[in-house]
C-alpha cells in the first residue's frame, strides 16, 4: 500500500488576550520567536513532516496570518535590485513553504469547534493537528512518529509529555497503560484541566493530534464542556471509551519544546532557541551569563 497522504490544521482563531495590547491589532501566532512569527515554525514542522497541504482555522482581525504567507512582490523587487539575497531568502520562504488555505471559525466554541470547521477541506483524509502555542524543536521528531503511528493502527494519535504534577490542571490528562514501545501508550480516558488530586497522570496532552475524518462524527455530537466549549479532549475520550473502535494511543515525546501560551514562558522560548541558533548563541551565551550573574 502506499503511505497515506496527510493535511495539516492549524487552529489560529484565539483572541491571544494574555498579550495585551500587543494582540489588539495582531494575531497572538503573528507575534515573533525570534526572527519568525510563531505561527511559521509551526508550519514548517507540518512541512518537514511530509505534508504539504495546510489549513489555517482563523477569526477576526487575523489577516496578518495570510498576508505573511502571501507574496510581496515589491517587497521581494525591492530586496532583488539590493542584491540582498539573504533576505530575499527569508522573505520568500514563508510564502514557498506549502499549499496553505484559511477557513474562518466563526464563533469561538472552542477547539473542537475549530478542528470541526476543517471538516469540508479535509474529506476523507487523515489529517494532523498542531496548536500553535507549542512550537516543537525541529532537531526532536514528533510528527512523524505519530503519523507513522496512525498508520500502523488506525487509531486516534496525541502527543504526550510528563509535567509537573502542580502543573497538570494546565492541561488535558490522560489515563494511560503501556504497550511494547516505551514511547507509546495506549489511552484508556482523558480528563481536561484536572485538580492535581483527580488528575491519572502527570502525562498532559500537548498540541499535536493527527485524527481520522471519523472524528467530525464525534465533534458534531459532542456538548459543551468546560468555559462552555466544544472541547477537542470530551471527543476523544468517547473515541477512547469506544470498545469496538480503534481507540486512542499516545506518543510520548521526551524532546525540547517550547511553551509560547504565556508571557513568561513566551520569553522563555525566545531565549532558548536564540542561545541555540548558530548566527546569534556565541554573543547571547556570554552575555547571559554575565546578566545572570548580576540578578
Excluded: C
Excluded at 63 to 72: E, I, R, T
Excluded at 78 to 105: C, E, N, P, W, Y
Excluded at 115 to 129: E, I
Excluded at 262 to 278: C, N
Amino acid at each position: 500500500m502506499p503511505p497515506m497522504k496527510f493535511k495539516a490544521v492549524i487552529p489560529a482563531a484565539g483572541l491571544g488576550t494574555r498579550f495585551l495590547p500587543a494582540t489588539k491589532a495582531m494575531p497572538k501566532e503573528m507575534l515573533p520567536v525570534v526572527d519568525k512569527p510563531a505561527i511559521q515554525y509551526v508550519v514548517e514542522e507540518a512541512v518537514q513532516a511530509g505534508i504539504e497541504d495546510v489549513l489555517i482555522i482563523i477569526g477576526r482581525n487575523k489577516n496578518n496570518l495570510s498576508n505573511h504567507f502571501d507574496s510581496v512582490p515589491e517587497l521581494e523587487d525591492k530586496l532583488r535590485a539590493k542584491g540582498d539575497t539573504s533576505k530575499l531568502q527569508k522573505v520568500m520562504a514563508s510564502s514557498d513553504l506549502a499549499d496553505i488555505h484559511f477557513v474562518r471559525q466563526g464563533e469561538p466554541k472552542g477547539l473542537g469547534h475549530a478542528v470541526l470547521r476543517a471538516k469540508a477541506h479535509v474529506g476523507t483524509q487523515s489529517f494532523a493537528v498542531l496548536l500553535g502555542d507549542d512550537l516543537i524543536d525541529e532537531r526532536d521528531v514528533l510528527l512523524t512518529t505519530m503519523l507513522a503511528e496512525h498508520e500502523r493502527t488506525g487509531a486516534a494519535i496525541v502527543a504526550l509529555m510528563e509535567v509537573d504534577p502542580d502543573q497538570i490542571h494546565l492541561y488535558g490528562a490522560a489515563d494511560v497503560e503501556a504497550t511494547d514501545n516505551p514511547d507509546v501508550v495506549k489511552v484508556k480516558g482523558l480528563v481536561e484541566k484536572p485538580q492535581r488530586e483527580d488528575a491519572p497522570s502527570n502525562l498532559a496532552i500537548i498540541g499535536r493530534y493527527v485524527l481520522s475524518p471519523a472524528i467530525f462524527e464525534v465533534l458534531e455530537r459532542t456538548q459543551p464542556g468546560k468555559g462552555g466549549e466544544i472541547q477537542l479532549t470530551d471527543a476523544l475520550q468517547e473515541v477512547a471509551a469506544d470498545p469496538t473502535g480503534p481507540g486512542v494511543y499516545g506518543v510520548v515525546f521526551r524532546g525540547r519544546r517550547y511553551d509560547t501560551g504565556d508571557r513568561v514562558d513566551y520569553i522563555k522560548a525566545i531565549v532558548q532557541l536564540a542561545a541555540d541558533r548558530d548566527d546569534l548563541g556565541p554573543e547571547l551565551r556570554p552575555w547571559f551569563k554575565e546578566f545572570a550573574a548580576g540578578l
